[in-house]
C-alpha cells in the first residue's frame, strides 16, 4: 500500500492488567485478554459490537488462544488473527490492527495481548526442530563465544560489552539506566515491581553476565494489555476528539549487517530499529527532537543505551553522555520510560508493545498524574523482538484543538477494573 492510500489512524481506546510475576495470581490468559479488552472498550465508550477485527498477541500458547481470550468479550463470528513475533508480538498484533483500519478495511478495530508465563529466563519450547535464533546465537559465538548464561542476557550483555569497548563506556552507565526505570516505576500501579534503588544496590546485585546484574534485567512477568484504533470517519461520529490519539507506525525486520557485520549491537536489532524509526518518524513528519516521551524496549539497561543512537536521540558513541546530562528523564530533553520500562513494569511478551502504546497514551492525554511528562506533543514506542523485528509508534494528540477532558474514572493511575466494566 503506498502512503498517499494510508488513512489516519487514531488510538480511542487503551487498557491493561497490573503486570505480575509468574503464580503470584490466580488467573490464567482468557482473564487477562478479558480485563484488558474491557479496560479499552470502556476507556472507547463503545461496545465490542463496534470492533470488526481482532489480532491477538501471544508468544507462549496453543493455536487459537486468542479466540479463547477474545470469545470472553463476545462472538460476533468476526475475523480473529493470531500473532507471535517474540517479544515485538505485542506491537505487531497493533500493526496488523493499523494496516486494516489505515487500508480502509475496517473503520475499528482491536489489538489484544496477553502472556501466561513460566517463571526463569526464557527458554526455547520445541527442541525436535530448527531453532529461530540458531543463527543469532551462532553469530554471537562466532565472535564472543557462548558463557554458562541464559542466551538473551548473553545477547544483549555483547552489545553493552560492544559499546563500552568502542566508546569507553562505562559499566555504571548502564547501572544509571535501570536505577532511573526502577524510580520511574514507583509512580506506575501497573508496574510489577515498585521498589526504588540505588545506584550501588543495582551494581552490587547479582551478576547475571558482562556488565548485568540482576536489577538490569526485565523479570518474566504475565498480564495483558489492549489497544483499539479507529479510523477518522469512526472517531467523529461517536465524538471521541477529546481522547483520539493519532498513531503512524512502522515495522521492519533483520538487514544482512545483523549476521555479516560481526557486531553485537548490530546483531540485537539496531539496524531493525534504525529503520523502523525512520520510518514511522517520516510518516508522522517529525524528527527525534519533536519527541518528548518515550516508552522504549529496556529487556535489558543495555538495550536502552545502544537505542537511545538507534532512535536518534543522540549521536554515535553519546548515549553515555545522554545519560550523564540527565536528558532520558523528568527535567531533560525526553523522558525515557516513564512507566518503568520492561525493567521494573513488568515484560508479559505478547502485553508489551500495548502496554508502551497505552502508557505514551495516557501521556499524551494529560492523564499519567505524577509520571505526567509536561508539555507532551509527541509521544514513541519502540517494541524489540530477536528472531526478529522491531516496531515503532510514532503518537500524536489526533484533535489538538479540542479541548481535553479528564475520565471520571482514570485508569491511568489505578489499576482496578472501572465501575460499570466489571467482569
Given at each position: 500500500?503506498?502512503?498517499?492510500?494510508?488513512r489516519?489512524?487514531?488510538?480511542?481506546g487503551?487498557?491493561?492488567?497490573?503486570f505480575?510475576?509468574?503464580g503470584s495470581r490466580?488467573w490464567?490468559?482468557?482473564d487477562?485478554?478479558?480485563?484488558?479488552g474491557k479496560?479499552a472498550?470502556?476507556?472507547a465508550?463503545i461496545s465490542?459490537k463496534?470492533?470488526?477485527?481482532?489480532?491477538?498477541g501471544?508468544?507462549?500458547g496453543?493455536?487459537t488462544c486468542g479466540q479463547?481470550?477474545?470469545?470472553?468479550?463476545?462472538?460476533?463470528?468476526i475475523?480473529?488473527?493470531?500473532?507471535?513475533n517474540?517479544?515485538?508480538?505485542?506491537?505487531?498484533?497493533?500493526?496488523?490492527?493499523y494496516q486494516?483500519?489505515?487500508?480502509?478495511?475496517s473503520?475499528c478495530?482491536?489489538a489484544l495481548g496477553f502472556?501466561?508465563?513460566?517463571?526463569?529466563s526464557?527458554?526455547?519450547?520445541?527442541?525436535d526442530?530448527?531453532?529461530?535464533?540458531?543463527?543469532?546465537v551462532e553469530a554471537?559465538?562466532?565472535?564472543?563465544?557462548?558463557?554458562?548464561?541464559p542466551?538473551a542476557?548473553?545477547?544483549?550483555?555483547?552489545a553493552?560489552?560492544?559499546h563500552?569497548?568502542?566508546?569507553g563506556?562505562?559499566p555504571?552507565?548502564?547501572?544509571k539506566?535501570?536505577e532511573?526505570?526502577?524510580?520511574?516505576?514507583?509512580?506506575?500501579?501497573y508496574?510489577q515491581?515498585?521498589?526504588?534503588?540505588?545506584?550501588?544496590q543495582?551494581?552490587s546485585?547479582?551478576?547475571?553476565?558482562g556488565?548485568?546484574?540482576?536489577?538490569?534485567?526485565?523479570p518474566?512477568?504475565?498480564?495483558?494489555?489492549c489497544?483499539?484504533?479507529?479510523s477518522?470517519?469512526?472517531?467523529r461520529k461517536?465524538n471521541?476528539?477529546?481522547?483520539a490519539?493519532?498513531i503512524?507506525?512502522?515495522?521492519?525486520t533483520?538487514?544482512?549487517?545483523?549476521?555479516?557485520?560481526k557486531?553485537?549491537?548490530q546483531?540485537v536489532g539496531?539496524?531493525m530499529?534504525r529503520?523502523?524509526?525512520?520510518?514511522a518518524m517520516?510518516k508522522a513528519n517529525v524528527t527525534p527532537?519533536d519527541?518528548?516521551?518515550i516508552?522504549?524496549h529496556?529487556c535489558?539497561?543495555?538495550n536502552?543505551?545502544?537505542?537511545y543512537?538507534a532512535l536518534?536521540?543522540?549521536?554515535?558513541?553519546k548515549?553515555?553522555?545522554?545519560v550523564e546530562s540527565?536528558?532520558?528523564?523528568y527535567?531533560?530533553?525526553?523522558?525515557?520510560?516513564?512507566?518503568?520500562g520492561?525493567?521494573s513494569?513488568?515484560?508479559?511478551?505478547g502485553?508489551t508493545?500495548?502496554a508502551?502504546?497505552?502508557?505514551?497514551?495516557w501521556?499524551?492525554r494529560?492523564?499519567?498524574?505524577?509520571?505526567q511528562?509536561p508539555?507532551v506533543?509527541?509521544?514513541l514506542?519502540?517494541n524489540?523482538?530477536?528472531?526478529?523485528?522491531?516496531?515503532?509508534?510514532?503518537?500524536?494528540?489526533?484533535?489538538?484543538s479540542t479541548?481535553?477532558?479528564?475520565?471520571?474514572?482514570n485508569m491511568a493511575?489505578v489499576?482496578d477494573?472501572?465501575?460499570?466494566?466489571?467482569l
Open positions: 500500500m503506498s502512503e498517499q492510500k494510508q489516519r489512524v487514531f488510538v480511542v487503551v487498557g491493561m492488567t497490573k505480575e510475576k509468574p490466580d490464567d490468559y482468557p487477562m485478554g478479558e480485563e484488558a479496560k472498550l470502556f476507556d465508550g465490542f463496534e470492533i470488526e477485527q481482532v489480532a491477538v501471544y508468544v507462549y496453543d493455536s479463547r481470550a477474545v470469545y470472553n468479550l463476545g462472538m460476533r463470528g475475523p480473529i488473527y493470531n500473532v507471535n517474540n517479544c515485538a508480538t505485542g506491537s505487531t498484533a497493533l500493526y496488523m490492527a486494516f483500519v489505515g487500508g480502509g478495511v473503520e478495530c482491536m502472556e501466561k508465563m513460566q517463571r526463569g526464557l527458554k526455547s519450547t520445541y527442541e526442530r530448527t531453532n529461530p535464533m540458531d543463527r543469532h554471537m559465538m562466532e565472535t564472543r563465544g557462548f558463557a554458562p548464561a542466551p542476557p548473553q545477547l544483549f550483555g555483547n553493552g560489552i560492544e563500552m569497548e568502542k566508546f563506556t562505562k555504571e552507565t548502564m547501572g539506566i535501570a532511573k526505570n526502577h524510580r520511574h516505576s514507583a509512580e506506575n500501579p508496574s515491581f515498585r521498589d526504588i534503588y540505588s545506584l550501588d543495582i551494581m546485585s547479582k551478576k547475571v553476565y556488565p548485568l546484574t540482576k536489577l538490569q534485567c526485565c518474566t512477568s504475565e498480564g495483558g494489555a489497544v483499539i484504533l479507529a477518522e470517519e469512526f472517531v461517536h471521541l476528539q477529546a481522547q490519539v493519532e503512524n507506525m512502522a515495522m521492519a533483520d538487514v544482512p549487517a545483523a549476521f555479516e557485520s557486531s553485537s549491537i546483531l539496531s539496524d530499529t529503520i523502523a524509526a525512520s520510518l517520516k527532537d519527541i518528548q516521551v516508552e522504549l529496556d535489558f539497561s543495555a536502552e543505551l545502544i537505542t543512537e536518534g536521540l543522540c549521536g554515535p558513541g548515549a553515555e553522555e545522554l540527565g536528558n532520558n528523564t527535567g531533560g530533553k525526553y523522558v525515557v520510560n516513564p512507566s518503568g520492561l525493567i513494569k513488568g515484560h508479559p511478551l502485553a508493545g500495548l508502551q502504546v497505552s502508557e505514551i497514551t501521556q499524551l494529560a492523564q499519567a498524574g505524577r509520571r511528562v508539555n506533543r509527541n509521544g514506542a519502540h524489540v523482538g530477536l528472531g526478529g523485528a522491531v516496531v515503532v509508534s510514532v503518537l500524536r494528540r489526533g484533535f489538538p479541548p481535553l477532558s479528564q475520565p471520571k474514572f493511575l489499576a477494573m472501572p465501575p460499570g466494566a466489571k
